[in-house]
């Protein structure tokens, strides 16, 4: 058998052949010109490890039962993925270090092609659970039809289209979240339990009344501290606590699922209010490192705009989208609704309803 060495291993020889754009050869490129295949395809690979890590993370948590010794794995496989998305928020450094000038030297050779095409990133949304019914269009037409109608013309286009069908197929993480977040203890009861229905609602109900109570006088305080009306706060206050009534009573989603959600949202509120617990301790940072890593997803789309308007500045895209106009629209989207929420209607420990059937939670009563 063949003994190893560094470059047979990482497959040097055909990977560095592949820099060389449109013409094949990267001697004929401009300097500008390979330094920007080389950082998009750096890029490429990034996704590809995040996707793998995305999936693992999936797996572990998509048993019908987690059991709390593989909630770390979940967490670690997502801190990675976390970490290469920061990473490559910081690639755009090295991007910018092209000028607008030499930029539009080669420029007008993409055209049709745009970093929208990237089918990883797209697939990486996917996986992750985001609802595409939501994307914003894409020179005025369907984003992922435009995709789907350019793959139709090329060979890695129609592998591309594929992974993306095939994402579609798949469980989420969103989902994979969903089902673990419904199994939550809540108060010490847990799905399948006597009375635990009316478990979730004395919980809800008890919550909403002490948001009610901690916002008691506080426009009164704001007006006064400010020297304005005290109607604007009301208002405000009190279309913030509809918010979270909406939100916790789940009358936001088709009465099919209300139930479900309701108590998967009760449950990312409970884990986030009762984090100090032992039992929770685990569940607690691995909801949190799903912020993080949606984080770093929207400073990815955010730090991608402002590159984009340095070298561009508010130039029709290559692929034909309104450019930094849509990458700023896509800094909006958000995966993990729920867990972003969440924290609009926390309260301090000390208001918090008190803890039930602690024992559960490596607590005694």
């Excluded at 009316?198 to 916002?215: C, M, P, S, T």
């Excluded at 209300?258 to 100090?276: H, Q």
Aim: net charge negative; aromatic share 8%; glycine share 6%.
């Amino acid at each position: 058998m063949k003994t190893p060495n560094y470059w047979d291993y990482l497959k040097l020889d055909q990977l560095l052949s592949l820099q060389g754009g449109i013409e094949g050869d990267d001697a004929k490129l401009i300097p500008d010109e390979l330094h920007f295949v080389v950082v998009h395809q750096v890029l490429e690979l990034w996704f590809k490890l995040t996707l793998r890590e995305l999936r693992e993370a999936r797996d572990h948590l998509a048993s019908p039962e987690v059991p709390e010794e593989q909630i770390p794995y979940v967490v670690h496989h997502m801190r990675r993925a976390s970490t290469i998305l920061e990473l490559a928020v910081e690639h755009f450094k090295v991007m910018e270090t092209l000028t607008p000038q030499d930029f539009l030297a080669f420029r007008d050779k993409l055209i049709p092609a745009s970093g929208f095409q990237s089918f990883q990133l797209r697939e990486l949304e996917i996986v992750l659970g985001f609802d595409e019914s939501r994307r914003v269009t894409y020179g005025g037409k369907d984003p992922m039809e435009h995709i789907r109608h350019l793959a139709a013309h090329s060979p890695a286009g129609k592998l591309a289209w594929t992974r993306i069908e095939a994402a579609r197929k798949e469980l989420t993480l969103k989902a994979a979240l969903h089902n673990w977040l419904f199994r939550t203890p809540i108060m010490g009861s847990s799905p399948g339990d006597d009375g635990d229905d009316a478990a979730i609602d004395r919980f809800v109900a008890d919550y909403l009344q002490r948001l009610k109570a901690a916002n008691a006088g506080k426009a009164d305080r704001l007006a006064k501290a400010l020297n304005e009306a005290p109607e604007p706060f009301v208002a405000r206050i009190a279309e913030g606590e509809a918010v979270a009534e909406q939100f916790l009573m789940a009358t936001d989603a088709p009465e099919e699922g209300r139930a479900k959600l309701k108590r998967i949202r009760a449950g990312a509120l409970f884990i986030e209010s009762y984090r100090e617990l032992p039992l929770l301790a685990w569940p607690r940072l691995l909801t949190d490192t799903a912020v993080e890593l949606e984080e770093q997803l929207v400073l990815f789309r955010t730090r991608h705009a402002r590159m984009v308007e340095r070298i561009i500045g508010r130039r029709l895209g290559t692929g034909g989208s309104s450019g930094v106009d849509y990458l700023d629209a896509t800094t909006r989207y958000r995966i993990f609704d729920e867990l972003w929420a969440v924290r609009t209607i926390l309260l301090p420990k000390q208001e918090l309803p008190p803890l039930q059937n602690g024992k559960r939670y490596g607590f005694a009563e």
